[in-house]
């Protein structure tokens, strides 16, 4: 019997990451071992974490792992079914309830991530014959959402509230929505909401913040940037400064309602495992109080001391970027600052525009004045 020829099928991924490497952007997962405080174990190397969006140091903190091991032990770790099903439950209840509170909407619906919020909320509310006005800079699951809901999608230069209206008086469409973070991921630098809202809302276009960043870290009582915008809809996630898992889309009790009927990663998901639940919602709490006004002031403070010590002006929120512009000193950088016992990691293409890879610096209220003083040390060679 002759054989059948050989087909390569999947032989070209080789040569994809040999190109990815020859690129310096082949990623590599990193395992850390544990985590004290503000270091972590990575590889058998203690080192100081500048690499988390754990922004307050509620990840680390035994309120939410107890309150977590509390829910557990009564409802079980999984949800065990999409919370159309079965797996809604009171934790449920009481942390959208919670976070619609906080951020001063009348209703939320929790998401398994963010990226499961954005690529839910937006395809809820936009379809062919829409427009979607997009912020050049928007994170990939803002992104992906606009292209899975196969409006028309405009793209407009970052932050740029004139060119965002020419756009909008030059598109129709059936309906219309502004897309933008509220503090942009890579960049940390704000979003003008203010007018961004006014614009939108005078060409008849409803806004999506997507406020993840800002969330625990601004705004009045740590709520955020959006809640005080007229934003028509916020999201939110739970795995930075409230220090657990999940996200949220926060808006309008009829939104609330329509993302149970047409957001598919809800849907079509099992829900969030009860102890993630159950620490958000001691996150949240935290975050709300006095301990969380404390953590901010600490943040506060330390962004202070590292723009300081860098020679920058100041500004707002965690992120800090070290612009470098080519790939390989990017590495190279991160690299180095590893020897040095910090973990700050590289930020390239495609997650960066070309020729804008940096170091991305992330701050939290658990780091020590030492730390963010010998991390400035550090840091000085590359900043320019």
């Given at each position: ?5 050989r087909?390569p ?7 994809e990451?040999a190109?990815?490497?020859a690129?310096?952007r ?8 544990s ?8 590889d058998?190397?203690?080192?100081v ?7 307050l140091?509620?990840?680390v903190?035994?309120?939410l792992a ?5 829910a557990?032990?009564?409802l079980g ?5 999409s ?20 951020v001063r909407?009348p209703a939320c619906?929790l998401f398994?991530s963010?990226?499961a919020?954005n690529t ?10 829409d ?7 928007n ?15 405009e793209v407009y230069?970052h932050?740029?509230v ?6 909008m008086?030059a ?10 973070e509220s ?9 003008p909401?203010e007018?961004?809202?006014?614009v939108a ?5 409803a806004v999506?913040?997507?406020?993840a ?15 005080s ?8 996630t739970l795995?930075?400064?409230?220090g ?10 009829g939104?609330?309602?329509l993302?149970w ?12 495992t009860?102890?993630a639940q ?6 949240v709490e935290?975050a709300?109080g ?8 600490m943040l506060?403070?330390?962004r ?6 860098l ?5 707002l929120?965690?992120?800090v ?5 080519a790939?390989a ?5 991160s690299?180095a600052?590893?020897?040095?016992g910090?973990?700050v990691?590289?930020?390239r293409?495609p997650?960066v525009?070309?020729?804008t890879a940096?170091?991305?610096v992330?701050?939290?209220?658990i780091?020590s004045?030492?730390?963010v ?7 000085r060679?590359?900043?320019?």
């Open positions: 019997m002759r054989s059948s020829p087909v099928r999947l032989d070209f991924i080789a040569g990451l190109d990815l490497e690129r310096d082949r990623r590599r997962v990193r395992v850390v071992e985590r004290r405080g503000a270091e972590v174990v990575v058998g190397q203690t080192l974490n500048f690499a988390s969006n754990d922004y140091g509620l990840a903190d035994p309120r107890a309150a977590a091991a509390q557990e032990a009564t770790v999984g949800a065990g079914a919370r159309l099903i079965s797996g809604h439950t009171g934790v449920t209840a009481a942390l959208e309830s919670a976070i619609a509170a906080w909407r619906r398994n963010g990226y919020a839910g909320l937006i395809p809820s509310l936009a379809s062919s014959g427009v979607i006005f997009s912020d050049d800079r994170h990939a699951s803002l992104i992906d959402g606009c292209r899975l809901s196969r409006a028309t999608i230069r932050n740029d004139d060119d965002l209206r020419r756009r008086a598109r129709s469409g059936r309906r219309r929505f502004v897309v933008t503090l942009f991921s890579m960049d940390g630098d704000p979003a909401l007018e961004i809202v006014a809302h005078a060409g008849e276009a999506i913040v997507d406020d960043h800002a969330l625990g870290v601004l705004g009045e009582g740590g709520a955020g940037l959006a809640p915008s007229q934003a028509d809809v916020i999201v939110g795995g930075k400064s409230v657990s898992a999940g996200a949220f889309v926060a808006g309008s009790v939104l609330a309602d993302l009927n047409r957001a598919r990663p809800l849907v079509f998901s099992t829900g969030m009860i102890g159950a620490a958000a919602l001691a996150g935290i709300r006095a301990d969380g006004a404390r953590r901010r002031a506060t403070e330390l202070a001391q590292l723009m300081r010590g020679g920058l002006a100041d500004g929120g965690a992120i970027p070290v612009m470098l512009g790939d000193a990017a590495v190279a950088a690299t600052l590893e020897r040095g910090f973990w990691p590289a930020i293409p997650t525009a070309e020729g940096r170091l991305r992330t701050l939290s209220a780091h004045s030492a730390q003083r010998a991390l400035v040390e550090a840091l060679p590359y900043v320019r």
